[in-house]
């Protein structure tokens, strides 16, 4: 059976880590997204203090899911 998908960019931050982030990002589409098959990870950054301290690490991914 033929299937159809759709990918949409997110962005997600986490104080902890980059795998962090994307868990993060990926739960918060899971609530919204239904059928959900991959993540690609496009970007990362690190956010920073204006002393140079790493106070975030965000993941923008695109994420795929199924159209029902």
Known sequence: MASVARVTEISAISEKSFEDAVKVGISRAGETLRRLQS??????????????????????????????
């Open 39 to 68: 993540a690609w990870i496009k970007e990362q950054e690190v956010q920073l203090s204006e002393h140079g301290d790493i106070t975030g690490y965000k993941v923008k991914m695109l994420v795929t899911f199924v159209l029902e």
